[in-house]
T-cell receptor, first 111, second 116 residues
Framework: DQQVKQNSPSLSVQEGRISILNCDYTNSMFDYFLWYKKYPAEGPTFLISISSIKDKNEDGRFTVFLNKSAKHLSLHIVPSQPGDSAVYFCAASGGYQKVTFGTGTKLQVIP | GAGVSQSPRYKVAKRGQDVALRCDPISGHVSLFWYQQALGQGPEFLTYFQNEAQLDKSGLPSDRFFAERPEGSVSTLKIQRTQQEDSAVYLC??????????????FGPGTRLTVT
């Protein structure tokens, strides 16, 4: 039972353009959502999060949007840079800190 | 300060062997998590500690898996009688926060376990 789904395994974007990574969830008990970034041979690194009481959170080039009615969130990166090339995991938690991860989207930013 | 460290980084075990994976969390972090990440998948929750107390072990796949954090700092994940399906990257994460709130989890680099 995949409670957090990232349906796009990979995405290629030109440098300077916008990258949009999508995530869907099924558990309505989730109240906190996170994006992690992972480089090869390293552990995931926290990127940005959003509480279920908000619909948008922005941090520099990164913005996360939450649509609770659709159980959908997205991560926007603008402008995209080659250093953003990594695997991005969507994650969700509810109640306490147990986090459920999606399967990841590999982003390639082409110079 | 130092981040989360894990050792060994790579471990090859023959089927049936026991292994022990170590996690050193960030000093002062109350919460500690273990995750299992199979190839091409996201990390999957195994177990959670708050200080020395193991509050959730619902993700441990079988009774061959055992985790401890006896002094509320270093944690060890032990796998007995390893099987090929145990091959994965085992990630440890720690955070400052406790139950009832959500804080950023800091991950270690993981231990890649290969069972032959």
């Amino acid at each position: 039972d995949q409670q957090v789904k990232q349906n796009s395994p990979s995405l290629s974007v030109q440098e300077g353009r916008i990258s949009i990574l999508n995530c869907d969830y099924t558990n309505s008990m989730f109240d906190y959502f996170l994006w992690y970034k992972k480089y090869p041979a390293e552990g995931p690194t926290f990127l940005i999060s959003i509480s279920s009481i908000k619909d948008k959170n922005e941090d520099g080039r990164f913005t996360v949007f939450l649509n609770k009615s659709a159980k959908h969130l997205s991560l926007h990166i603008v402008p995209s840079q080659p250093g953003d090339s990594a695997v991005y995991f969507c994650a969700a938690s509810g109640g306490y800190q147990k986090v459920t991860f999606g399967t990841g989207t590999k982003l390639q930013v082409i110079p | 300060g130092a981040g989360v460290s894990q050792s060994p980084r790579y471990k090859v075990a023959k089927r049936g062997q026991d292994v022990a994976l170590r996690c050193d969390p960030i000093s002062g972090h109350v919460s500690l998590f273990w995750y299992q990440q199979a190839l091409g998948q996201g990390p999957e929750f195994l177990t959670y500690f708050q200080n020395e107390a193991q509050l959730d072990k619902s993700g441990l796949p079988s009774d061959r898996f055992f985790a401890e954090r006896p002094e509320g700092s270093v944690s060890t994940l032990k796998i007995q009688r390893t099987q090929q399906e145990d091959s994965a990257v085992y990630l440890c994460a720690s955070s400052y926060g406790t139950s009832g709130s959500t804080y950023e989890q800091y991950f270690g680099p993981g231990t890649r376990l290969t069972v032959t």
